[in-house]
């Protein structure tokens, strides 16, 4: 359902992601692990169409989405939940779950939401998307407003971040879920071994090169290079 | 001046600027092309026309609860210049709202002016929500001007609340407020201004903190698109034991130009003053969210200026 061919992608004279190339079955879920700038969050922002690869091409479903925009792919069937959310004024939590649900939503409904994520509903539906909220707040928040979508793809920039561990539990029925009920594929950049270890497959990333492909079941250990951070500040 | 006919023109303007469909019910003054036209008054809730000058002198008697009074204006004849001096006398314990509002309907070529000059007293312990919009429409080249002016006196413990609302269609406005805030009072003040094509838009705000624990609280939020110009200045002077905090935001578009002047002074150790002003383009970022949840550039643009005047 999905598939990058041979994605390049560069910024201010840096080459970011270098000649990537995998295939996304329907159902499956892929997790996407790699030490700190190694590219994750560039190749989400690239899938999503937020960034344009400077050469290689995107598939969605068959079609060739390279030069669709950010909302294109969204109607398309793509979602996306940022690493760092992003604030509002005026918008509240209950405005920005009609918007991602394309209806008016009841409290009641927008309840049931929240709760997926963790959030006791009353308190925040009302509330602006803005910096009053705690960044964990904020975190599932922009997770809610992915998982009301239901879209056929789903990507999560390092979800884990900000939230305890009941939201956790949580967070990984929801992943389950939505491979249940909706047959969706999920990508899902982590650190966290547990999600990980869901995973069909883990796509390591290192220094904006696929290192490496791992099924699920096989042990990761040996596969994460070991870098000594001192090397980094050498002069 | 009893009976009232409104025609096409009034309904909408009416609507626009109180969300009446009708002639409201309650104390109101109806004021049309410079002339008063219907008053109503209640037993809390006298109205009595100035003798000295256009304008009315309103009553509120003490401990009156839950009442609303609107004071609605409508031009719609071009090249009007009305300057009307309404008098607000809030008595002890009152607790009551105010609906106010001009809309200006202008096909003509001759400019209309209407300059609402208002003072409030409020006695101890009242509590008053003002609710004012401004409105102007037409096809005329004749400009829209609201040069409104309002004085707020505070009495001790009594609480204000102003949301001023101008969104569309007025050509040039200068607001002036100037409130002198009394012990354990308090005002907040809310407004929202979005000025399109040549328009200009000027705000002054004086705030006098002479209570102990007075406070005040001013948020502007103000969309400046095309080649609109607005200019925000507030000046709070805290001069006893006081909170103050006012907060300027504003989002510019096309050349939209934008400038905030703050001034606070702290005449006393005890004062506490904040003052906050952000002016920038939508963020970017923004935009982008709400595009990844399937709308539109433009969409997701017209959903963040709604969120940001709401
Ligand atoms: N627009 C950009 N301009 C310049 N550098 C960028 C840009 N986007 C990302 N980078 C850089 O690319 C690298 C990868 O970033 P990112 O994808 O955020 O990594 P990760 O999510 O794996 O931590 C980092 O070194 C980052 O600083
Ligand atoms: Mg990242």
Not at chain 1, 93 to 99: S, T
Not at chain 2, 3 to 32: C, E, H, I, Q, Y
Not at chain 2, 152 to 175: L, Y
Request: overall charge negative; charged content about 25%; aromatic content about 6%.
């Amino acid at each position: 359902m999905l598939e990058l061919k041979n994605v390049n992608f560069s910024a201010d004279g840096k080459h970011i992601l270098k000649d990537i190339s995998f295939k996304l079955g329907a159902g499956k879920f892929i997790a996407i692990t790699g030490p700190n700038g190694s590219g994750k969050s560039t190749l989400a922002k690239v899938i999503m169409g937020i960034e344009k690869p400077e050469s290689g091409q995107i598939f969605f479903n068959g079609e060739d989405v390279t030069n669709y925009t950010i909302d294109q792919r969204a109607r398309m069937g793509i979602s996306f939940g940022f690493q760092q959310p992003v604030r509002f004024k005026g918008i509240t939590v209950h405005d920005l779950l009609n918007l991602s649900a394309k209806e008016k939503l009841s409290s009641k409904d927008a309840c049931n939401i929240l709760a997926t994520v963790g959030l006791c509903a009353n308190s925040y539906l009302d509330r602006e998307v803005n910096a009053s909220l705690s960044g964990g707040e904020l975190k599932r928040i922009e997770i809610a407003s992915v998982i009301t979508r239901g879209t056929a793809l789903t990507i999560f920039d390092e979800p884990e971040a900000g939230i305890d561990l009941w939201s956790f539990n949580n967070l990984i029925r929801v992943f389950n879920e939505m491979r249940e009920k909706l047959a969706g594929s999920i990508i899902v950049i982590s650190h966290q071994e547990r999600i990980l270890n869901i995973a069909d497959e883990i796509v390591l990333l290192s220094e904006g090169r696929i290192a490496k492909i791992v099924p699920h079941g096989e042990p990761l250990e040996s596969f994460i290079p070991v870098q000594d951070v001192r090397t980094c500040c050498k002069l | 001046m009893d009976k009232v006919v409104l025609d096409k023109f009034d309904s909408a303007l009416l609507k626009a600027v109180a969300d009446l469909d009708n002639m409201p019910t309650g104390a109101f003054s109806l004021r049309r092309n410079g002339q008063p036209v219907k008053v109503n008054i209640t037993p809390n809730i006298n109205i009595i026309p100035k003798k000295d000058k256009p304008g009315i002198d309103i009553y509120v008697r003490a401990d009156t609860k839950g009442e609303t009074v609107h004071i609605p204006v409508v031009i719609t004849e071009s090249g009007i210049n009305d300057v009307v001096y309404n008098d607000f006398y809030i008595g002890k314990n009152a607790d009551v709202i105010i609906n106010a509002g001009c809309g200006i309907h202008n096909d003509g070529c001759n400019d209309t002016h209407h300059n609402g000059i208002h003072r409030f007293f409020l006695d101890e312990g009242s509590k008053v929500l003002y609710v004012e919009k401004h409105y102007g429409e037409g096809d005329g080249s004749g400009k829209r001007v609201l040069d409104p002016v309002t004085e707020v006196h505070m009495g001790k413990n009594s609480s204000c609340e102003m949301r001023t609302t101008q969104i569309k269609g007025v050509d040039s406005t200068i607001r002036t407020t100037n409130a002198v805030i009394g012990d354990g009072a308090s005002l907040v003040i809310t407004e929202k201004i979005m000025t399109h094509g040549d328009q200009l838009a000027e705000t002054n705000f004086k705030v006098d903190l002479d209570g102990f624990d007075s406070k005040v609280q001013v948020t502007s939020r103000s969309i400046a698109t095309e080649n609109s110009t607005q200019k925000f200045v507030s000046n709070v002077n805290g001069n006893n034991q006081c909170f103050g905090h006012v907060e300027c935001d504003a989002i510019i578009k096309d050349h939209g130009k934008v400038i905030s002047i703050p001034e606070i002074t702290a005449n006393c150790v005890d004062a506490n003053l904040i003052h906050e002003a952000a002016i920038g383009k939508i963020a970017g970022e923004q935009i982008i969210k709400l595009m990844t949840i399937g709308l539109t550039e433009s969409e997701a643009e017209s959903e963040i200026i709604n969120g940001f005047l709401k």
